[in-house]
T-cell receptor, first 114, second 114 residues
């Protein structure tokens, strides 16, 4: 079985400050990890993924995420938040020996204040 | 390249009716997956098709079905609609159907069951 936890329902950050959106996972094999963002009345937009290799993954719009196997975490980060980053963020996992079906976390709403 | 398209974008149905949703994947993509998004259950996997074959299925009742055509376009059908089927239905396409492939999502179809 596989699961993803996003412990914060909402994260508030001031524009220009760094942001972190947390994600932890539980799988019985090796994880493939993904971050998506959803704007109101829109589908999910892919940000980045970790498959193997370098633990620091860089993605779209200045976002990056760090894979930490010992802490089973894959936190999303950005050095300087923009008001336009305000949206709903989802972490998702697929297990390397599992089926091709993303298991999503519950989502974290990011609010960036001007 | 055009993204994933879904039609219609909005649907209103009454209990007991059936509905068909359509998804056109990104050109060249052969895998199509469907997900249901609700405020209570979050994002849940429905099924995945690859080369016109259903490869994976989530934990949904048999009222939910789908198919994929030779041009990779996919349809999802829900029969005997219930109030709890009200949701945003998202389609995602992938290039070759590997576990590591990125799934690109469409804008979704918002289904309201009255």
């Amino acid at each position: 079985a596989q699961s993803v936890a996003q412990p914060e329902d909402q994260v508030n950050v001031a524009e220009g400050n760094p942001l972190t959106v947390k994600c932890t996972y539980s799988v019985s094999g090796n994880p493939y990890l993904f971050w998506y963002v959803q704007y109101p009345n829109r589908g999910l937009q892919f940000l980045l993924k970790y498959i193997t290799g370098d633990n620091l993954v860089k993605g779209s719009y200045g976002f990056e995420a760090e894979f930490n196997k010992s802490q089973t975490s894959f936190h999303l980060k950005k050095p300087s938040a923009l008001v336009s980053d305000s949206a709903l963020y989802f972490c998702a996992v697929i297990m390397d020996t599992g089926r091709r079906a993303l298991t999503f976390g519950s989502g974290t709403r990011l609010q960036v204040q001007p | 390249k055009a993204g994933v398209t879904q039609t219609p974008r909005y649907l209103i149905k009454t209990r007991g009716q059936q509905v068909t949703l359509s998804c056109s994947p990104i050109s060249g993509h052969r895998s199509v997956s469907w997900y249901q998004q609700t405020p209570g259950q979050g994002l849940q996997f429905l099924f995945e098709y690859f080369s016109e074959t259903q490869r994976n299925k989530g934990n949904f009742p048999g009222r939910f079905s789908g198919r994929q055509f030779s041009n990779s376009r996919s349809e999802m059908n829900v029969s005997t609609l219930e109030l709890g089927d009200s949701a945003l239905y998202l389609c995602a396409s992938g290039l070759a159907g590997y576990l590591t492939d990125t799934q690109y999502f469409g804008p979704g179809t918002r289904l309201t069951v009255l």
